[in-house]
């Protein structure tokens, strides 16, 4: 009751201060009272949240105390993401509308080509950051999620648990809801020591989930949409609402606001899993920065036969409200790497083997798929073709093919690094 008073006297003596406003504003929030005492407040709203210090949204005006909440989230999920010098770079770079120009630019049949690259490379990278090698039927099925992340349809509980089922093929993983029971994330080591990240507990999920759902449903409209698509992937494995399947759907996630922002157009995606397969360290680094301090507020006991005793020590606003400034640097920073050294690189080399194929395929009569091995390993070892390769195909292709294939191959870098 002193602190309440306490609260009272202090909003009555500077009635319209900002920190007092925002002050009482949360407090009424967070304790679902009405602060007591006649006192009138006056100026022009003021934000939560200093946008020249941190990413903010438009926000919601509450006329009471001239508050405008602008957080990234509401007062039961929010993330925080600080104005680095890093993200105001990644940002002013407008990622999503280079990468648009880039595929309208393309002839049609590139354009395919470079969408069915992206779509089997995002699969397989995004797999073999789980250290895992898909089969094909795995690889066809999360395609195949992966086209739905244009499908202009609501996220919410029952379609996740849709793309989870789809996302694994272990039966007894099969989700039919959020998670009820606690899980855990374990490395090598053994007993407690091994553990490496603990979820929060399922009572939690229902309102952690509405946050991140709104991450991906609802601001990639109002804000960058890659700030956005980062906050809801990794929000979600944070959240970790499956007992399988989480890090597939949170790079799932990362697509979806995107797509659903209706910055990319044409089936187009950018191929981050291919980006984040080759910054592993740096994943690990972002994941790390909420998962490792979250590890400690448990204590752990393994209690033997991989059974433990898990108690958390800390606070539900730890799991609520999250400094997100490293996952966001690490998802711009993907997106980057995506256009320019995954996309465009990749297009580029197609263009090259094109024009390479077609110049020998013009001059010589030699089976399709030796040229287009031959030209493929060509463009890869700067128009070289090793005495193996050549010694591979020696029954099927001449010698002057092959000097051939490497002339070739020689004009058309030669073309493309005379421009400027």
Not at 16 to 28: A, K, P
Not at 165 to 192: K, V, Y
Not at 195 to 208: C, E, H, K, M, N
Not at 325 to 350: I, R
């Amino acid at each position: 009751m002193l602190h309440f008073v306490l609260e009272s006297k202090i909003v009555k003596a500077t009635p319209s201060s900002r920190y007092v406003r925002v002050l009482g504003f949360l407090w009424e929030a967070f304790n679902e009272q009405t602060l007591e005492g006649d006192f009138v407040i006056s100026g022009p709203t003021v934000d939560v949240f200093d946008s020249s210090r941190y990413l903010t949204a438009p926000g919601e005006r509450n006329a009471r105390w001239r508050v405008n909440f602008n957080g990234l989230g509401n007062l039961n999920y929010c993330a925080t993401v600080e104005r680095t010098a890093e993200i105001e770079t990644l940002l002013g770079l407008q990622i999503l509308e280079r990468a648009q120009t880039f595929i309208d630019s393309l002839a049609d049949h590139a354009t395919d080509r470079a969408l069915a690259w992206v779509y089997l490379h995002e699969t397989e990278s995004s797999f073999a950051i789980e250290r895992e090698s898909p089969t094909q039927g795995k690889a066809e099925a999360f395609v195949t999620l992966l086209k739905q992340a244009h499908t202009p349809r609501q996220m919410d509980e029952d379609y996740l648990v849709e793309l989870q089922n789809a996302a694994i093929t272990n039966p007894f993983d099969l989700a039919a809801s959020f998670r009820f029971q606690q899980n855990w994330l374990r490395g090598p080591l053994r007993g407690a020591a091994g553990i490496t990240y603990i979820p929060p507990p399922p009572q939690l999920l229902q309102t952690l989930m509405k946050g991140v759902l709104s991450f991906a449903n609802d601001l990639p409209r109002i804000i960058d949409p890659l700030v956005a698509a980062s906050l809801a992937s990794f929000g979600f494995v944070f959240a970790h609402p499956f007992m399988d399947g989480n890090g597939r759907l949170s790079r799932f996630l990362f697509h979806y606001a995107l797509c659903q922002s209706g910055q990319l157009a044409h089936g187009l995606l950018l191929p981050v899993s291919v980006a984040m397969k080759r910054n592993e360290s740096g994943y690990l680094k972002a994941l790390h920065s909420y998962s490792l301090p979250m590890r400690r507020q448990w204590d752990v006991r393994w209690v033997g036969d991989e059974q433990y005793d898990l108690r958390f020590n800390g606070d539900d606003s730890l799991y609520r409200y999250w400094d997100a400034t490293e996952a966001v640097t690490f998802g711009l920073s993907m997106a980057h790497q995506a256009l320019e050294q995954d996309l465009s690189e990749e297009t580029k080399f197609l263009d090259r083997f094109d024009r390479a194929y077609q110049l020998v395929n013009e001059q010589f009569d030699v089976r399709g798929n030796d040229l287009t091995t031959l030209t493929l390993s060509c463009l890869q070892h700067d128009a070289i073709l090793s005495k193996n390769r050549r010694k591979q195909f020696s029954l099927t292709v001449p010698e002057n093919v092959f000097d051939a294939i490497e002339k070739a191959c020689q004009s058309v870098l030669d073309a493309d690094r005379a421009q400027p």
